[in-house]
């Protein structure tokens, strides 16, 4: 059987710089505008007018999410999270353009803003995006007035019931003055590939639009190749150059595609295991003039989908080991922060995880930038619903206008990045069951061809009859949403066509939380709105862990999966979560009318959750016991082993207390108070070791692996003493004074010997000291409601985090202090450098 093959391209975000040339006013300046805007929540009269006094207005810096600033109320959705985030909101920006920048095009590129944004300068509309998720440009220049104080405006309009999960609100996303001269390179208007690949050469492909606003004019192109370093710097010498470009007349008004190729000798192909990039330098030049000068980041690889065997990256079989991520950071909301980020992928990578679904829509560009530098393979997702929306003010209403311009803006955006590997056309959207349905889906799949021939397309189906109605054909690669027992039928049915999980598990618990008696029953495990941390509860069309496992290993042309979800999110607190919308994941209509029953019944309950229990991590990054279950099958080169529950239960003396063991061994032998409870060795469909009749007293649990006959790991849990001490460890304790940078302060509830108490909820005050300041709080719980600025917080079964952010243009020592009544005070020292 012939594989799927894509066209070797690659690529990271366009970055754009501003070279050094004699002529600094001809070429391209790309600044941060992030800082001081005036804001207001609400629509007040003239709020485009550049003669409004907004002197009162609340002054901060971009990005920025209103809704996670609370409060959270009870009447609030909890599958939006509780949080106020719809609604009008108003930014402006004064600002003075130098008079030189006359004659110049003058840009304002804004990542993301939630949503139906519309752009003001000068009190005069230049333009808007309503998709929140989309990044887009708006063209300033015929407006501006250089030498003198400009007004910027933005008016955002988020409605009411126009999301399944928490969505944010406001420029939650960094904002960018990009100046350019009259003729330059257009908006993501570099696309870089790798046609040819070969370990000793690859011919890299660079295709240049240049855009001109100016007269009309003669134009040539040259472009150098350079390493980059970890970091992303330029290293060393140009690796190849091209010869410029022919004498290209571009006319007045009018766009022109350049096409160069160059052959880079001796590629370093990018991995997750060896992310090298590199960088195409594309210079422009006007009448020997240089005019403009962008930067592409890109990376060298192959990839393709073989039908029968799996995923293939640089010719070497690679599982995808994935998880789906919505794109809040939890207590910081959908503001970005790229450490956040960046904090959050080293806990997944930690984990063995080598991919992400950005689910379900384009993540910020950081997030791509991220996974290019760190590792990560990353399947793109462009919407959760087409023209039949799931809540009544979400895209449905946007489809027929504007599905073409955000596909398209999301490929010209993203393609160029080595992680993507593929493109997602949709999630579980419910015209999978529409007879003419699969017309769409081909409709939207050719769009992301004609803008990216080298990658394949998917989409997540969670309907089973989506695979065999017309849909299988529209898309390359075919994703099932928690349907593993579907992938033998469906290969024996379409055995040319590649298969993936889209989105699997579903399994929810709370860190720490543990309910009795156990049960395999997925629809046991729940009390007190928490969920057990045995890892068997899951909803109606969800499941352990264990059962995709199975459907892979049994079937092993998968290409493999993404679980739902690596961290915990705001909103779809399941299954507490009176979302109707989830009776769509059934396709027999008797099944759907039993849980649209349940649900109404749960609707009645007065329910507190506001954040998910899917996380495999919580919500405040603290890992859940179900880290080490993946960490166990992701990384079996890894000795490790971990024990579940805690054994402080004073109440259970004389109960059976089932243990269960997560292991990259084979074999294991648990111990109580040194006491042998039995050897146990692993089947070929075993994926947790259980010892299901312990009879608890305190004590210390011990349990010793094997791998192949020979020592391999230990894990040990103890009984602890009372509560009586705190302890702070900081994830990182050298940051930069750029105002930007964080720190995550874990407090720990400990005893007299330093063991972590679990069931402790003790509260901790915070406080900072020196260039830094306090931004957030949390612990983890579902239910919640403390502020998340609050500078108090009750640990949640033994942990409590505070975030810390540093102060821009500010150096020197930071001191964070936790203290709790009873329990003294704690104190981590970080430095914040220049």
């Known amino acids: ?41 609400g629509d007040p009269s003239g709020g485009a007018d550049a003669a409004l006094d907004d002197a009162k207005w609340r002054k901060l810096d971009l990005p920025h ?21 719809w609604g009008v909101a108003w930014y402006r920006k004064k600002f003075t353009l130098p008079a030189g920048d006359a004659g110049r095009r003058i840009h304002l590129d804004i990542d993301g803003a939630m949503s139906h944004a519309t752009v003001w300068v000068n009190g005069k509309r230049v333009g808007g995006w309503p998709y929140g998720y989309t990044s887009f440009r708006v063209d300033l220049t015929e407006h501006l007035k250089p030498g003198a104080e400009n007004t910027l405006a933005v008016r955002l309009d988020n409605p009411p019931d126009s999301s399944r999960w928490y969505p944010g609100g406001g420029i939650y996303r960094n904002v ?6 009259p003729l330059h390179v257009a908006h993501n208007g570099t696309f870089v590939t790798t046609p040819i690949v070969k370990a000793d050469a690859a011919t890299v492909d660079v295709q240049v639009t240049l855009d001109n606003k100016g007269a009309a004019t003669a134009a040539q192109v040259s472009t150098a190749l350079y390493a980059l370093d970890a970091a992303g710097r330029r290293t060393g010498e140009a690796l190849a150059r091209s010869e410029a470009s022919a004498l290209t007349k571009v006319g007045a008004g009018r766009q022109i595609l350049l096409a160069q190729s160059l052959e880079l000798k001796q590629p370093r192909f990018w991995s997750p295991r060896t992310p090298q990039r590199y960088v195409a ?17 890109f990376g060298v690889r192959t990839v393709s989908f073989d039908a029968a065997r799996g995923f293939f990256l640089n010719g070497e079989h690679v599982a995808i080991q994935g998880v789906c991520m919505h794109h809040d950071l939890g207590a910081l909301g959908a503001a970005l922060n790229v450490r956040a980020l960046e904090r959050q992928l080293e806990i997944l990578k930690e984990m063995g995880v080598n991919a992400i679904r950005t689910t379900h829509n384009p993540p910020a560009p950081e997030m791509l930038d ?3 530098r760190m590792g990560f393979l990353i399947v793109e997702e462009a919407f959760d619903a087409w023209r039949l929306g799931k809540t009544p003010n979400d895209y449905g209403l946007l489809y027929d206008e504007w599905h073409e311009k955000d596909l398209r803006a999301m490929v010209k955006r993203d393609r160029n990045h080595p992680s993507v590997i593929m493109w997602s056309i949709g999630n579980e959207i419910r015209e999978q069951g529409e007879p003419e349905g699969w017309k769409m889906a081909a409709h939207l799949a050719d769009i992301v061809r004609s803008e990216d021939r080298t990658r394949l397309t998917t989409a997540g189906f969670n309907h089973v009859v989506s695979g065999y109605n017309g849909f299988q054909t529209a898309v390359d690669v075919v994703g099932f949403n928690y349907k593993p027992w579907e992938y033998p039928k469906f290969h024996q049915s379409a055995p040319q066509i590649p298969v993936i999980g889209s989105e699997t598990a579903s399994t929810v618990s709370s860190r720490g939380e543990y309910f009795f008696p156990v049960s395999d029953d997925k629809s046991k495990g729940q009390a007190n709105f928490q969920v057990s941390s045995y890892d068997l509860t899951a909803p109606p069309w969800a ?17 493999g999966e993404f679980v739902w979800t690596g961290f915990d999110y705001l909103g779809e607190p399941t299954p507490y979560n009176a979302d109707t919308t989830n009776v769509l994941n059934f396709t027999d209509p008797a099944a759907r009318e039993r849980a649209a029953r349940e649900l109404k019944e749960l609707s009645k309950l007065n329910i507190p959750s506001r954040s998910s229990y899917f996380g495999i991590v919580d919500l405040a990054g603290f890992k859940k016991d179900r880290f080490y279950l993946y960490q166990a099958r992701w990384r ?7 024990l579940l529950p805690h054994w402080n239960w004073p109440e259970r003396v004389g109960e059976v207390t089932p243990v269960h063991l997560y292991t990259s061994g084979d074999e294991a032998e648990l111990f109580l108070n040194g006491q042998s409870l039995g050897r146990k060795k692993r089947g070929p469909r075993d994926y947790r070791l259980r010892w299901d009749d312990v009879v608890y007293k305190p004590g210390t649990l011990r349990a010793v692996t094997y791998k192949q006959g020979k020592p391999w790991a230990e894990d040990t849990v103890q009984t602890t003493g009372k509560a009586a001490k705190l302890s702070l460890t900081a994830d990182r304790d050298a940051l930069l004074a750029d105002g930007k940078d964080l720190s995550f302060v874990t407090v720990a ?29 949390d612990n983890g719980d579902a239910t919640s409601h403390v502020s998340f600025q609050s500078p108090e917080r009750a640990a949640f079964n033994g942990l409590a985090l505070a975030i810390v952010r540093t102060k821009s243009g500010k150096a020197g020592p930071i001191v964070v202090t936790a203290t709790s009544e009873g329990l003294g005070s704690a104190k981590v020292t970080l430095n914040s450098k220049p």
């Open 1 to 41: 059987m012939r594989p799927i093959t894509l066209l070797p391209l690659t690529m990271a975000a366009l970055a754009l710089t501003q070279p050094a040339h004699a002529d600094q006013q001809s070429v391209r300046e790309r600044a941060s505008f992030n800082a001081d805007w005036r804001f207001m929540k």
């Open 65 to 85: 999410d209103f809704g996670i600033e609370g409060p959270f109320k009870q009447e609030y959705q909890g599958e939006t999270g509780k949080l106020p985030w």
């Open 176 to 181: 960018w003055l990009v100046k350019t001269a």
């Open 281 to 297: 330098v594309t210079t422009v030049s006007e009448q020997g003039r240089v005019v403009d000068e962008v930067e592409t980041p």
């Open 370 to 372: 991220l996974a290019d």
């Open 543 to 559: 499941s352990a862990p264990e059962l995709e496992f199975k459907g892979l290993d049994d079937n092993p042309f998968v290409a």
């Open 636 to 642: 079996p080169e890894l000795p490790m082993a971990h």
């Open 749 to 777: 509830i400990t005893d007299k010997e330093g063991r972590t108490v679990p069931r402790t909820s003790n509260p901790v005050r915070f406080s900072v000291s020196g260039p830094a300041e306090l931004v957030a709080t």
